[in-house]
């Protein structure tokens, strides 16, 4: 795939949701979404067997405002408001997430509907809002342009 045709895909905010990203794909997002102006942030979930772990990741590597209370409600109000970071739109890159799929599922799944919700909010307001795990799981697609 062309970076045109992956910077125009990223721009694209009805397109927007939770993905796997092969791990061959992920410099080509990195600077597509660059290229279009998306803010790229890289989360490593290698040491979250736990979703209090991944929160307190995810609030470390978006460099979350202090009032982030480290929970779901508060993941979503700062996914959904970035005023802190403001650009064209967001990726979110998760790496090792592995860990927290295994041994809390449950938790995992929750996460995603947040993050899904926080892509639809976004996709209200015609900004993309990307998720890319470097897994393979349940429910998360590869875009058919990046396999």
Same mark, same amino acid.
């Given at each position: 795939?062309?970076?045109?045709? +992956?910077?125009?895909?990223?721009?694209?905010?009805?397109?927007?949701?939770?993905?796997?990203?092969?791990?061959?794909?992920?410099?080509?997002?990195?600077?597509?979404?660059?290229?279009?102006?998306?803010?790229?942030?890289?989360?490593?979930?290698?040491?979250?067997?736990?979703?209090?772990?991944? +929160?307190?990741?995810?609030?470390?590597?978006?460099?979350?405002?202090?009032?982030?209370?480290?929970?779901?409600?508060? +993941?979503?109000?700062?996914?959904?408001?970035?005023s802190w970071c403001e650009a064209a739109g967001y990726v979110l890159i998760v790496a090792h997430a592995e860990n927290l799929h295994?041994?809390?599922?449950?938790?995992?799944?929750?996460?995603?509907?947040?993050?899904?919700?926080?892509?639809?909010?976004?996709?209200?307001?015609?900004?993309? +809002?990307?998720?890319?795990?470097?897994?393979?799981?349940?429910?998360?697609?590869?875009?058919?342009?990046?396999?």
């Amino acid at each position: 795939m062309s970076q045109t045709t +992956l910077q125009t895909l990223l721009g694209d905010a009805r397109l927007a949701g939770v993905y796997h990203l092969p791990e061959s794909g992920r410099l080509a997002v990195r600077q597509a979404a660059e290229a279009v102006g998306l803010a790229c942030f890289e989360i490593d979930f290698h040491d979250a067997q736990r979703i209090d772990v991944a +929160l307190a990741e995810l609030a470390s590597a978006l460099d979350f405002p202090a009032w982030y209370g480290n929970n779901f409600d508060a +993941l979503k109000d700062c996914l959904t408001d970035f005023s802190w970071c403001e650009a064209a739109g967001y990726v979110l890159i998760v790496a090792h997430a592995e860990n927290l799929h295994a041994k809390a599922p449950a938790a995992f799944q929750l996460l995603n509907q947040v993050f899904a919700a926080a892509i639809g909010e976004w996709q209200a307001q015609e900004v993309p +809002l990307w998720v890319f795990y470097d897994l393979r799981a349940d429910g998360l697609a590869t875009l058919p342009t990046l396999t």
